[in-house]
């Protein structure tokens, strides 16, 4: 494999992958303050020219993440302090709420929209006739955006899986169960278990392709 560009190396499981560190300036940003100061992703292809590709992709959004967090940085709000009317405002180092609010809601939809075409897109494919092409395709992401979000397939697909086992967990534990007579129990499980299967046979999909790997 010939030398990789700047911040693109190869990965442990021989995917190529981003490498970068995080900008000093940011080490106090709520996204990064606490948490490793240097940035790696895989980009989930092992293919040289397709992995840089999408490798630059994700450097280049990564780009645009450190400055929003710097511009978050930039506009926190001031406290005034009576009878410092007129004088220089100091810059506080924490994140403006606002701001980070709404980064955080558009980064949580864009996850939510693409674990909903993921689940779809293996469901009806499988782990091995599914695309990440596709998937993007069907939300407002690109492919090197998913894989900045997830990782790889390997991880989005895990992530769907946790997505519809929590989904079915999260509606047993909503039935109470534990008190009602053991007959009423077992009927309500059963009669619940039904209705969430008709209602989403994306998630029988999933789990009977699941079994049979």
């Given at each position: 494999m010939?030398?990789?560009p700047?911040?693109?190396?190869l990965?442990?499981?021989?995917?190529i992958?981003?490498?970068k560190?995080?900008p000093?300036?940011?080490?106090e940003?709520?996204?990064?303050?606490g948490?490793a100061?240097?940035?790696?992703?895989?980009?989930?292809v092992t293919?040289?020219?397709s992995?840089?590709?999408?490798?630059k992709?994700?450097?280049?959004e990564l780009?645009?993440?450190?400055a929003?967090?710097?511009?978050d940085?930039?506009i926190?709000?001031?406290?005034?302090v009576?009878?410092?009317e007129?004088?220089?405002?100091?810059?506080?180092?924490?994140?403006?709420?606002?701001?980070?609010?709404?980064?955080?809601?558009?980064?949580?939809?864009?996850?939510?929209?693409?674990?909903?075409?993921?689940?779809?897109e293996?469901s009806?494919?499988?782990?091995?006739?599914?695309?990440?092409?596709?998937?993007?395709?069907q939300?407002?992401?690109?492919k090197?955006?998913?894989y900045?979000?997830?990782?790889?397939?390997?991880k989005?697909?895990?992530?769907?899986?946790?997505?519809a086992?929590g989904?079915?967990?999260?509606?047993?534990q909503?039935?109470?169960?534990?008190?009602?007579?053991?007959?009423?129990?077992?009927r309500?499980?059963?009669?619940?278990?039904?209705?969430?299967?008709?209602?989403?046979?994306?998630?029988?999909?999933l789990?009977a392709a699941?079994?049979?790997?």
């Open positions: 010939a030398l990789l700047k911040n693109i190396c990965g442990r499981d021989g995917r992958a981003i490498m560190k995080v000093k300036d940011l080490w940003h709520p996204h990064y303050k948490k100061k240097v940035v790696e992703r895989s980009t989930g293919d040289e020219a992995g840089i590709e999408i490798a992709a994700m450097l280049t780009e645009r993440q450190f929003q967090c710097r511009e940085l930039r926190a709000p001031d406290k005034s009576p009878g410092d007129g004088l220089p405002k100091k810059k506080k180092t924490g994140m403006a709420p606002k701001a980070r609010a709404g980064a955080d809601s558009a980064g949580d939809q864009a996850r939510r929209d693409i674990l909903a075409a993921a689940m779809i293996f009806e494919k499988g782990w091995h006739g599914a695309r990440v092409d596709n998937i993007a395709a939300t407002r992401t690109t090197p955006m998913i900045y979000y997830f990782g790889s397939k390997e989005l697909y895990a992530a769907v899986m946790v997505e086992y989904g079915m967990r999260d509606l047993e909503g039935l109470h169960l534990n008190a009602l007579p053991p007959e009423e129990a077992m309500r499980l059963v009669e619940a278990t039904f209705d969430h299967h008709a209602a989403h046979p994306e998630y029988v999909r789990i699941e079994n049979m790997e």
